[in-house]
């Protein structure tokens, strides 16, 4: 073997003594010197992302099984363990608003065997709590996976049949409507409280423990109106028990293409987006993060993959890194602003 192929294995770990004698009766050394040459055969670095996967990948879920969330990190783990032969395995670790699981996430090794599955609660739980990591600063951003939009509905015996009328009626019957949420701090609590900085409406806020509940005492017509998941909400629009108004998100949805926008509705600038995304540890190296961000943007363009997720709901993505990045900064900043607008305070 010559010797400047000698140098370039030694420069990748690899000894002349660890090229067995069969292989070099394949490999000619004319061919082998091309190591040594510009544009010649490349030899990954440790961590180049070339070899990655190795082994299983832990996808973290901060939130109990069977919700949006969890079914969105299953479709793409599914695809993604079908592409590399590697098993993406989903751990549902809930608790404490996700910050738990997300706490675990910030702290792995930054190595891509350990990601997390955040939602738009991640934009604002460092408003609200003291938390001992930074939901910018220690998290490489992969892709924002799909948006969820949320559907503004009433109960039927409300006389509202759109926005306008609808904070026309809280006007003139100040903290008489009750709106139903999943919890304090919850995506649908600050539906209401931004909805409350922009038109300055009084309408009061009933936390329940999750969405179920509070969905049962609209129906039942114990509360007033709610913001929350197509998923959740059409087929109870559908069936008549509930009356929806306007799409929450800043498009309109394609599940739902008929209903306006809150800002169409009389609001402009109204926005609320329930996102699903994917993230690593801060320090997790630029060629997995792009080869992560590549082969999931890949998987949200498959058209099963998309069937799947429109009839949930929930609408595909794919946004490069850089482009996530920018989002979630201005979402932290986005619910920082009515948090302190708005006074909120979780006990």
Do not use: C
């Amino acid at each position: 073997m010559n010797e400047a192929v000698e140098n370039v294995l030694a420069r990748h770990g690899i000894g002349a003594r660890l090229i067995r004698p069969g292989v070099a009766v394949l490999l000619s050394t004319a061919a082998l010197a091309t190591w040594a040459q510009p544009g010649g055969i490349h030899i990954p670095a440790p961590g180049s992302g070339q070899s990655y996967p190795a082994r299983p990948i832990r996808l973290i879920v901060p939130l109990a099984p069977g919700g949006g969330v969890d079914t969105s990190a299953r479709a793409i783990g599914q695809k993604l363990t079908e592409a590399w032969g590697q098993q993406v395995v989903i751990e549902n670790r809930p608790g404490a608003g996700g910050t738990i699981a997300t706490e675990m996430v910030a702290r792995a090794a930054p190595d891509g065997y350990t990601l997390l599955m955040a939602s738009s609660g991640h934009a604002i739980t460092p408003s609200l709590y003291k938390l001992s990591y930074d939901a910018i600063r220690d998290f490489a951003p992969i892709t924002v996976v799909v948006l969820a939009p949320n559907v503004l509905v009433v109960h039927p015996s409300l006389p509202v049949r759109s926005v306008k009328e609808l904070i026309a009626l809280a006007n003139a019957r100040p903290n008489e409507l009750l709106w139903s949420s999943s919890g304090n701090g919850s995506p649908q609590h600050f539906a209401l409280e931004l909805l409350k900085i922009m038109t300055g409406v009084r309408i009061v806020h009933v936390p329940y423990k999750g969405t179920a509940p509070g969905m049962t005492d609209l129906i039942a017509g114990r509360v007033s109106v709610t913001s929350a998941s197509i998923v959740s909400t059409m087929p109870h629009v559908n069936a008549g028990r509930l009356r929806a108004l306007a799409v929450a998100s800043g498009r309109r949805s394609q599940a739902a293409p008929q209903l306006p926008t809150v800002a169409e509705s009389g609001v402009p600038g109204y926005e609320i987006d329930v996102w699903h995304a994917t993230m690593a540890p801060a320090a997790t190296p630029k060629e997995i993060v792009a080869r992560l961000y590549e082969e999931i943007a890949r998987i949200l363009a498959q058209p099963d993959v998309r069937e799947r997720l429109l009839a949930m709901g929930l609408e595909p993505v794919g946004n490069s890194p850089d482009q996530f990045a920018a989002y979630l900064r201005a979402e932290v900043a986005k619910w920082a602003k009515v948090v302190r607008e708005a006074d909120i305070r979780i006990n």
